[in-house]
């Protein structure tokens, strides 16, 4: 199985901050890399796919970038909605293993 | 609007077997892949597998071989998740997600999640 490392686990941040999430693959996975959002008691949400395709209706503050086995989700200046726990995910080979999460708190 | 619907869960005890749903409204049921996550409580998400309802493919995570069984019902465009033997260890949110099959997309639309407390 591809192993996903997520980095940090935890983030501490304030609004209007930039933050970045480091995702790393154990095998390359080309492009095939997507981020989500969850928050408490909420299901999770795609904000990216394809490594760097920010998904419809998602605001332009995010942003994602990499290929193989380096990834990064980018926040370019936080706000309140955006304190959450975020996930990578591959989907390149079954299965499609998660990263741990980064809890994102102010 | 496109959605998936879960349904099932509860309370159940241990060794007692278990079926949740995943409906699929107003899209192309059958050109979508559906997986299953699971979250155990405060814990992050865990690929379970997945299906594709227009020949059947299943995939299953090897952590989850032989524990759960995914299946689909076309004709009301449903999903699946079931257990034959239940155990505490199970107690957990499930999630379905979509995914476009033959395209770059990740998983999209998510259903609500189903709780499954197992407990004596």
């Known amino acids: 199985d591809i192993q996903m490392t997520q980095s940090p686990p935890t983030l501490s941040a304030s609004v209007g901050d930039r933050v970045t999430i480091t995702c790393r693959a154990s095998q390359s996975i080309s492009t095939w890399l997507a981020w989500y959002q969850q928050r408490p008691g909420k299901a999770p949400k795609l904000l990216i796919y394809?490594?760097?395709i920010l998904q419809h209706g998602v605001p332009s503050r995010f942003s994602g970038s990499g290929s193989g086995t380096e990834f990064t989700l980018t926040i370019s200046s936080l706000q309140p909605d955006d304190f959450a726990t975020y996930y990578c995910q591959q989907y390149d080979t079954h299965p499609y293993i998660f990263g741990q999460g980064t809890n994102l708190e102010i | 609007e496109e959605q998936l619907v879960q349904s099932g869960g509860g309370v159940k005890k241990p060794g007692e077997s278990l079926k949740i749903s995943c409906k699929g409204s107003e899209y192309s049921f059958n050109t979508y892949w559906i997986g299953w996550v699971r979250q155990m409580p405060g814990k992050g998400l865990e690929w379970i597998g997945i299906?594709?309802?227009?020949?059947?493919?299943?995939k299953y995570s090897p952590s989850f071989q032989g524990q759960v069984t995914i299946s689909v019902d076309k004709s009301i465009r449903t999903a699946y998740l079931q257990w034959s033997s239940l155990k505490a260890a199970d107690t957990a949110m499930y999630y379905c997600?979509?995914?476009?099959?033959?395209?770059?997309?990740?998983?999209?639309?998510w259903g609500q999640g189903t709780m499954v407390t197992v407990s004596s």
């Open positions: 299906i594709y309802p227009s020949d059947f493919d299943t």
């Open positions: 997600a979509r995914r476009q099959a033959a395209t770059a997309e990740g998983f999209d639309i």
């Open positions: 394809k490594a760097s």
